[in-house]
């Protein structure tokens, strides 16, 4: 359903500069989008594709200037309300009904243990598995394939998409998501090497996920040894993820993809792991840290520290470091010509 801009305005608390009257349809980028499209410009280096863009209209920030051809809304923070414009234009993800399912939503074909408890409206589809004590909330939606283990405990609201699992005694909060494939609650990578030989660590602790958080696909999250494995209210996790055993997330965390954290690490609220980013066990890396991708996190960290390298150092030496790294080649030429420049003299 189309919107005018006067209403879609009013709705993401933006300031209009145009015809009011104006209908936008969907929201789209500055590159792709079309006529009846809204867009957005978040970055000012992207300020070019103002004068190319289809866009019917374009949230940006005050100051900025559009083409007269293009309808603007002005505002603080033009990404988020893009981002609330979606939402006002297109909606979130529909989720279909399962095939064959009951009256309750449930799928012929899904196996629900008599004892499990199901909440209203949760919509279980084909060959998912529900075993003995575990409680799923209201409103979740779990995909063909996705395996619940005993007792585990899922909130309000959460989607498990296909062949997610959540082993045993595990607990979900509300509307959380698992993308597909994702593992919470495998054992840890736990041994005791006694002569020579790696001989298993019972794992017999829990991983816990705080409310809204999401984890992206293929990810892992290690039971604890003991205790438990937390990751805190708000995270959010892309694909290819690996969380170690015991270890604990603050709130409101964002890890990029192949992120790997190793066990017993404690990392605070609002914390951001680059890509590839690797941090070693035993430490504590403080609240608002950032690193940057390809990090390699070996000690504690400061809180708001800015961190790049391996091992990580603040990232303006990092920078520098890679820079000079890159005239490798030819100081390694200069000091060779100047060796035997010297041997002759």
Request: aromatic content about 4%; overall charge negative; glycine content about 14%.
């Amino acid at each position: 359903m189309g919107m005018t801009l006067t209403t879609l305005a009013g709705h993401l608390d933006a300031e209009l500069h145009g015809d009011g009257d104006v209908v936008v349809e969907q929201c789209a980028g500055l590159l792709s989008a079309e006529s009846g499209d809204l867009s957005f410009l978040a970055n000012t280096k992207y300020c070019n594709q103002l004068e190319t863009t289809k866009a019917t209209a374009v949230l940006t920030k005050p100051g900025v200037e559009c083409p007269s051809n293009v309808q603007q809304l002005t505002c603080d923070d033009p990404y988020f309300a893009f981002r609330n414009a979606v939402i006002a234009l297109q909606g979130f993800k529909q989720h279909p009904e399962p095939m064959d399912a009951n009256e309750r939503g449930i799928s012929a074909k899904a196996m629900v243990h008599p004892t499990a408890t199901i909440g209203e409206g949760t919509r279980i589809h084909p060959c998912a598995v529900v075993e003995a004590g575990c409680r799923v909330g209201e409103g979740c939606h779990l995909y063909p394939g996705t395996w619940i283990g005993p007792e585990a405990t899922i909130g309000d609201d959460c989607i498990l998409y296909p062949n997610s699992v959540v082993h045993d005694r595990c607990k979900l909060g509300n509307r959380v998501t698992l993308h597909a494939g994702t593992v919470i609650g495998n054992d840890g990578f736990g041994y005791a090497t006694h002569k020579g030989i790696h001989h298993k660590i019972p794992q017999h602790g829990i991983v816990v996920l705080e409310d809204d958080v999401e984890i992206g696909g293929n990810c892992a999250i290690e039971r604890a040894t003991m205790g438990e494995t937390r990751i805190g209210e708000g995270t959010k996790f892309a694909d290819l993820i690996s969380i170690g055993h015991g270890t604990t997330f603050g709130p409101h965390c964002l890890l990029v993809s192949l992120v790997g954290v190793a066990g017993s690490v404690k990392i605070g609220h609002h914390v951001v792991l680059g890509g590839q980013t690797g941090v070693a066990g035993h430490i504590e890396i403080g609240d608002g840290v950032q690193a940057i991708a390809r990090s390699g996190i070996a000690a504690n960290l400061e809180p708001g520290a800015v961190v790049g390298g391996a091992p990580a150092i603040p990232v303006d030496t990092a920078k520098r470091n890679l820079l000079a790294g890159t005239g490798l080649a030819d100081l390694f030429k200069r000091v060779k010509k100047l060796e035997r420049q010297a041997k002759k003299d």
